[in-house]
């Protein structure tokens, strides 16, 4: 593969790595300060059950109908699990944990029958990041500003709703993109490395981007699934950022709100 056609198909694919950290980054944060790490995962496999539903109705997975299906089930699931939060907040986690292995055998149970249905299967939880196209990245960009304004705006009574919109909206898009491995690494191995340095959400954002860029690349060089090899890029590069003689604050930026 000469270098041209590297670049066309790393350059849209590191693109829309760094759109997914645009929120994850923050998101993730939020997340172990809630003590809630299995949200990405359960509602990343809600928005993909409703992926797959909308396609066995017959609407492609980018149409805006099936956008509609995959961003309801999305919307209903975190609603759902704004409701538990209020109702049994020390069992949330327990709860999502719920959520998520429902939502995964409903796929498997969905697609029993699809010949197909492997290769959905796969697609959900890898992703094809090398084939992203342009307007999945303008649509990809569209909610990351989305979500972004929604985390700087919402008023502070509305916390929780806005927190689980957020996810909502911005795991709905990215599941599509790069699928359900990347996402949840995308959202839980920076902020694991970087939660108490002094600039977290800077520091998770260079070395969430130094993982996609680096795995793309071993991708490529190896000749392996970019999904996979990029989640394993980024466990190691958080792994040597906690060896790294690097500053460190009290301010932590997990903590809810």
């Known amino acids: 593969m000469n270098v041209a056609l590297d670049l066309s198909l790393i350059g849209p694919a590191f693109v829309a790595g760094l759109l997914v950290l645009a929120t994850h980054v923050p998101l993730g944060l939020q997340v172990l300060g809630r003590g809630i790490v299995f949200i990405d995962l359960a509602i990343a496999q809600v928005a993909g059950l409703g992926v797959i539903g909308a396609e066995l109705a017959g609407w492609e997975a980018g149409s805006a109908?099936?956008?509609?299906?995959?961003?309801?089930?999305?919307?209903?699931?975190?609603?759902?699990?704004?409701?538990?939060?209020?109702?049994?907040?020390?069992?949330?986690?327990?709860?999502?944990?719920?959520?998520?292995?429902?939502?995964?055998?409903?796929?498997?149970?969905?697609?029993?029958?699809?010949?197909?249905?492997?290769?959905?299967?796969?697609?959900?939880?890898?992703?094809?990041?090398?084939?992203?196209?342009?307007?999945?990245?303008?649509?990809?960009?569209?909610?990351?500003?989305?979500?972004?304004?929604?985390?700087?705006?919402?008023?502070?009574?509305?916390?929780?709703?806005?927190?689980?919109?957020?996810?909502?909206?911005?795991?709905?898009?990215?599941?599509?993109?790069?699928?359900?491995?990347l996402v949840f690494a995308s959202l839980i191995v920076p902020a694991l490395a970087v939660r108490r340095m002094r600039v977290p959400t800077l520091a998770g954002y260079v070395l969430g981007a130094l993982g996609y860029a680096l795995g793309l690349a071993a991708s490529l060089a190896a000749d392996l699934p970019p999904g996979p090899v990029i989640v394993w890029m980024l466990a190691g590069l958080a792994l040597a950022s906690v060896a790294l003689p690097g500053t460190r604050g009290a301010r932590d930026e997990g903590s809810p709100g």
């Not at 090398?130 to 569209?142: F, G, P």
């Open 65 to 181: 109908a099936g956008q509609a299906a995959a961003l309801g089930a999305a919307l209903g699931g975190a609603l759902l699990l704004t409701w538990t939060e209020k109702r049994w907040p020390d069992i949330q986690e327990a709860l999502i944990g719920t959520l998520f292995v429902l939502a995964a055998t409903g796929a498997t149970l969905v697609l029993a029958n699809n010949p197909h249905g492997g290769e959905h299967l796969k697609d959900l939880l890898v992703g094809q990041i090398l084939w992203v196209s342009r307007a999945q990245l303008l649509a990809m960009a569209a909610v990351s500003a989305a979500v972004l304004a929604l985390r700087a705006f919402a008023p502070a009574r509305h916390a929780r709703v806005a927190f689980y919109l957020a996810f909502a909206l911005s795991v709905t898009a990215s599941v599509q993109l790069v699928g359900v491995y």
